[in-house]
């Protein structure tokens, strides 16, 4: 089927919304980034991939491609899905082959079979980098092409292997940012593009950017085979990898998608010679070895500049724009606790000593206000408990986006929901969750509203710490107990915290030197 044959019942197909990893698998299905895959591979050509590198048909293919929807997505005598993004608008139909159970409790459905592409993703940054493969291949074809593909900014080392081995190979460059997932360092795919055509300013003329929504794979040797095939797609003939130690075996899959994986050994900095090169070739104990990415951004953390001999200025000033320092960077506070636990009361303290202060924006979002706003017409389920955190996270996200502070006090009673939040503000922000920890008992005593008597009476359903459970984090960045501590001693253990963490600045101007890693 083609797209030109799709019939007039395409409105009438279920349809449904992939996540970011999906579409941009979808994406690299419909674009040709994937080639020679046409669809979503079935049980047996999982086997064949597993066993052999190959579908079952004997076509060379290394990594499994699924496409795993829920149950209820999808009738059971249907025999289409409309893959769609994230606006509703239609982007491809699934041929459905075959249809098997993708997880253990029967609530999800892996499906399989051929896809027709309806259109072209249109929004996103640097769209228009993303061009297709084969109009890559065509522009490359006729020389060597020197591929890598990254998920974190590129130093001086990367810069110096490339040139080195470009010069070797008579080669072109292609740079292939990888921006499905989150990015080394920088955290945003748009933040990691701007960082690599930073670098590749730096690289010889007609070198190559082209972002490749390749999502992560858990396993390093899938990885780099996924890697391996889009890189081929786009006309690479070799492929730096920083997989020195990779396992042999899999050159001759490589082979099949005319790749030579390249890995150069360990390099450092040599300060005699001021240029990155073989460790080998520096005299021993001179050597600078590169930053981890924990060290790195401990780094732009703390506000310090980095080195030259690391980054160059284009790329450090990208580094800074994208994770600027904790003092100048979005964080949201999250109070969690029972009703009655003082967690709004100890929020609005600390919104009101930041407004003091009056070195940060800040938002809270408690109190009647988000109830009207956010949450109105939300019933106590589980489900509408989940949703109103969600609305809750998504604003404070919007805060942190755009450098404020947001501090939020819901009951938030459940593991899931705050884990969800702390991932959403993590693209964007810092993330801290303060456990309010006040028992039970004491809560009920300060109920100055009535509700608690009125849930054990069975008149409220439903009620956190009474007819439905409280799950206390696991990972809480702070822990208080008002029941314990002081109103005034509560508001200055969490300002130590923003203090030490350096996101205040401390009286004086300056900052703690050992700052905690990066939540």
Not at 51 to 64: F, I, S
Request: hydrophobic share 45%; with cysteine; net charge negative.
């Amino acid at each position: 089927m083609t797209a030109d044959q799709l019939p007039a019942e395409l409105a009438e197909w279920p349809a449904w919304t992939p996540g970011e990893a999906q579409l941009g698998e979808l994406e690299l299905i419909t674009s040709g980034a994937f080639a020679p895959l046409t669809g979503y591979l079935t049980t047996a050509d999982l086997a064949a991939v597993a066993a052999r590198r190959e579908l079952a048909d004997g076509t060379p293919w290394p990594v499994p491609v699924t496409l795993t929807v829920p149950a209820s997505a999808l009738p059971g005598d249907a025999g289409h899905l409309v893959l769609q993004d994230t606006e509703g608008s239609p982007l491809a139909v699934v041929d459905i082959t075959e249809r098997a159970h993708g997880d253990a409790a029967g609530g999800m459905l892996r499906v399989a079979g051929p896809v027709t592409a309806l259109r072209a993703a249109e929004h996103g940054p640097f769209r228009t980098l993303r061009r297709a493969p084969s109009d890559v291949r065509h522009e490359l074809a006729g020389a060597p092409v020197l591929a890598l593909a990254t998920r974190r900014p590129l130093g001086q080392r990367h810069i110096g292997q490339l040139r080195h081995l470009a010069g070797q190979l008579k080669a072109r460059i292609l740079l292939l940012p990888l921006v499905a997932g989150p990015a080394g360092v920088v955290r945003r795919p748009e933040a990691l593009v701007r960082a690599v055509l930073a670098a590749a300013r730096q690289l010889p003329d007609g070198t190559l950017v082209i972002p490749v929504p390749l999502p992560p794979r858990a396993d390093p040797d899938e990885e780099l085979r996924a890697q391996v095939v889009v890189a081929a797609s786009h006309g690479a003939t070799h492929m730096l990898t920083e997989g020195a130690g990779r396992d042999r075996s899999e050159e001759s899959v490589f082979e099949k998608f005319g790749v030579e994986v390249l890995a150069l050994g360990e390099w450092a900095y040599d300060p005699v010679s001021e240029v990155w090169r073989p460790l080998g070739l520096i005299e021993p104990g001179a050597e600078r070895g590169e930053l981890s990415d924990g060290e790195l951004g401990a780094l732009l953390d703390s506000g310090e500049s980095v080195p030259p001999w690391l980054m160059p200025a284009g790329v450090a000033a990208e580094l800074r724009r994208a994770r600027p320092p904790r003092s100048e960077r979005g964080l949201v506070v999250f109070f969690t606790g029972l009703s009655g636990s003082g967690k709004s009361t100890l929020a609005r303290d600390v919104r009101d000593a930041l407004l003091e202060r009056g070195d940060r924006t800040v938002s809270l979002l408690d109190g009647d206000l988000v109830r009207r706003l956010l949450s109105a017409g939300l019933t106590f389920s589980r489900e509408d408990r989940d949703l109103n955190i969600a609305r809750v996270g998504y604003v404070a996200a919007e805060v942190a986006r755009h450098g404020g502070i947001a501090i939020c006090a819901p009951i938030a009673p459940y593991a899931a929901a705050r884990a969800a939040v702390r991932s959403m503000v993590g693209e964007v922000g810092d993330f801290l969750l303060v456990h309010v920890s006040t028992p039970l008992a004491v809560c009920e005593q300060r109920d100055r509203k009535g509700l608690y008597a009125k849930a054990r009476a069975g008149l409220i359903d439903s009620f956190t710490g009474i007819s439905d459970p409280y799950e206390e984090p696991a990972d809480a960045d702070l822990v208080i107990d008002t029941s314990v501590v002081s109103r005034r001693d509560a508001l200055a253990a969490v300002l130590a915290l923003l203090t030490r963490g350096r996101w205040l600045v401390p009286p004086g101007g300056t900052t703690p030197r050992n700052p905690p890693a990066a939540p």
